[in-house]
């Protein structure tokens, strides 16, 4: 895709205010080229949350191919995700 955004890891790619008054600002986390933005989290903000792995995607970011096996090397497995999210509700709660 001609144009397209290059991002880098620290480039901020949205942020999210939450019913509680928090808010977080989400990263990029890898360097590549800004693909897709999901307007849908716009009109529907809950998907965030109802659907994260599927429609609540905030962004499609390309890797260089370079680098790509670099990134997903780095990645945490579904498992190692879900225990780091278990740790962190455990230690808020």
């Not at 716009?42 to 994260?52: M, R, S, V, Y």
């Not at 990645?75 to 709660?93: G, H, I, M, P």
Request: glycine fraction near 6%; include cysteine; aromatic fraction near 8%.
């Amino acid at each position: 895709m001609q144009g397209a955004q290059f991002l880098t890891e620290l480039a901020p790619l949205c942020r999210i205010s939450c019913s509680d008054g928090e808010e977080y600002t989400i990263y990029s986390c890898i360097r590549g080229r800004l693909m897709e933005v999901n307007e849908n989290i716009l009109d529907n903000p809950t998907i965030l949350q109802e659907k994260p792995s599927t429609e609540g995607y905030i962004a499609v970011v390309l890797p260089k191919f370079e680098e790509s096996k670099t990134i997903t090397q780095g990645l945490l497995t579904q498992k190692e995700y879900e225990e780091v999210l278990l740790k962190r509700f455990n230690s808020t709660s």
